[in-house]
């Protein structure tokens, strides 16, 4: 494709005039079969409309096998677990999206993003969603001046595109970017690499064999780069394991995807242990992602070991000065906010100014119990210091 | 069509590193080679032609680093190249790309030869490499890429020349989409592997035989080489017409 990219007329469709749920591929999932499938469906349903919005069983229902199960979910769940308001969604900047100054950048990288459309979309449809990519990405950046656009950013709201359309994409990523993404923004990738600089240290408690020999090797850790600072968007080529997989991250804290690395890892223990101890061949090995990844019980291992292993007490041998990051820093505030959200039924009457006097009335005063936030991590844990951890855990955050 | 696209996201276009490892002999020697320059300007493409032969339908943006190999014959000896395929944008060059210029032996530095900036940024490029403290014996050469884009060419060979005289590094310009161009492509990156072998100066008809080409007479005339004695400043370089031997300098 050319590097220059032509001007396009945006017309008003849609993108789920020509992606619906079906033409994506929204297979169901495998969840102890039909009656667990729905049983799920209607467990995700009354946590939405439940007032406030029960956002930690909706969590534990995103992380737990086959995650928010299809894309109408994930439309109306994706902005709860991101405490984003459909109802209000932020307004677009006026200024030309032209004129910010990663701009040439983000068109660059969106041009040469076609492998992240559904296979067999059309030229046009595609270049319709392409221009909307761009836009929604330096909307972003306009509106938040301390954001910087990193290659990589777009592989991650090309998925929030797809899912639930430009002018939500537009609110949830804006979210995403001054909460879970708000380190890897920085204008340095200083604090992108503090975060990797997890990886290893989990690897080594869960298996200091492996770990020796990945340090032995000087891999370091770039080989996860990818896969962090794009959610894996950038190396899984199945969009149904990518969506999954954001289901699990927007419902978790933002260190996640480093606890998902370090699981995948561990899963490829005989791979890497098998081969030779060379910085190119490990990195080799394991920078290519194998695609047929059992990724339910990855994320079930990630979710345990973050439990072993919380951030916290990897902080100190990750050389992460865990305060000083904006991302972990606002994730407790993030956490308390979001516990606190309006079903989408009260908030439809409320932009339409419907709403009863007791309808009103402060959400803010509701009781909430200590338990429901210690759910916030949904995971069983399998080893006994599980609970242990949670509840320490859970306690720093809160 | 479907099945090869889906094949591209394994098939990066190099060897299968990990087979080749196993195989190869303790003997062969590895080249580790770096592959500069900024966002868009065909790095990922360059290397994947060179290795796997093609040019990649479709390439996305470089995260980080990718790593792509090739074991070739140089003059009897099986030596490997390691291309590390780099990111363009500033930000990784900044603190992700810095492990990876340990211990290479070439650099390749490569602009878009459509785009004026992309050429105006090889400066800092060149700083870079010296911020990383590489040795000046280290080759390094200029590569201009998308030749075949005839009517947009903005950068201009003579001004090229100009950078790479004053730099001490061949100019090659090529084109990694062209299917035309594929001899040229593997030219450039043999004459980076007969000079590693070598270890002699890039000067003016030194460069060693390509016999794996000699067989086929190339048709364009597009490897450009510095010829220069080092008591001459005349660096007025005429481009040369790459003869069966693959490479050859008429400077």
Known sequence: MNSTRKSRTLTKKKPSDHLSPATRGASPCKIDGDSGRKIKLAAIHKALLSDPVDVATLRKLAISHGGLLNDELRRKAWPKLLNVNVFEIPPKPDADVTSHRDYHQVVLDVNRSLRRFPPGMRNDQREVLQEQLINVIVRVLLRNKQLHYYQGYHDICVTFLLVVGQDLAFALIEKLSTHHLRDFMDRTMDSTKHILNYLLPIIGKANPELREFMDRSTVGTVFALAWLITWYGHVLSDFRSVVRLYDFFLACHPLMPVYLAAAIVLHRETEVLSGECEMTYVHSLLSKIPQDLPFENLISRAGDLFVQYPPTALAKEARLQYKQSSTLSKHDEFEQTSLRQRPDTILRQRKKGKLTTSQLKDINKKEHSPVVKVAIWAITASVGAALFAVLNTAAEWM | ?251
């Open chain 2, 1 to 251: 069509m479907e099945d090869k696209e889906e094949s591209m996201k394994k098939d990066d276009g190099g060897e299968d590193i990990l087979s080749s490892i196993e195989s190869s002999s303790k003997q062969t020697r590895i080249f580790k080679i770096i592959v500069i320059g900024d966002s868009n300007v065909g790095k990922t493409c360059l290397t994947f032609r060179f290795c796997g032969g093609k040019f990649p339908e479709k390439t996305e943006a470089t995260i980080g680093v990718d790593f792509r190999e090739k074991t070739v014959d140089v003059n009897g000896e099986t030596i490997k190249l390691q291309l590390w395929d780099t990111a363009g944008q500033e930000r990784f060059r900044k603190s992700m790309v810095q492990h990876y210029y340990r211990n290479v032996h070439a650099v390749v530095f490569v602009y878009d030869m459509t785009k004026m900036n992309t050429f105006e940024g090889m400066p800092t490029w060149i700083e870079e490499c010296e911020r990383h403290s590489l040795s000046p014996d280290i080759p390094r050469i200029l590569v201009g890429n998308k030749c075949d884009m005839n009517q947009k060419i903005s950068v201009a060979t003579s001004l090229a020349q100009k950078f790479a005289d004053a730099n001490q590094m061949p100019l090659f310009e090529t084109s990694a989409k062209d299917d035309n161009e594929v001899d040229n492509v593997s030219a450039i990156f043999m004459t980076l592997a007969h000079k590693l072998k070598s270890q002699k100066p890039m000067m003016s008809n030194d460069y060693p035989v390509l016999h794996k080409y000699g067989s086929k007479e190339m048709k364009r005339a597009k490897v450009i080489s510095i010829g220069r004695e080092p008591s001459s400043r005349s660096a007025v370089c005429s481009r040369s017409t790459a003869t069966s031997d693959g490479t050859s300098c008429s400077c």
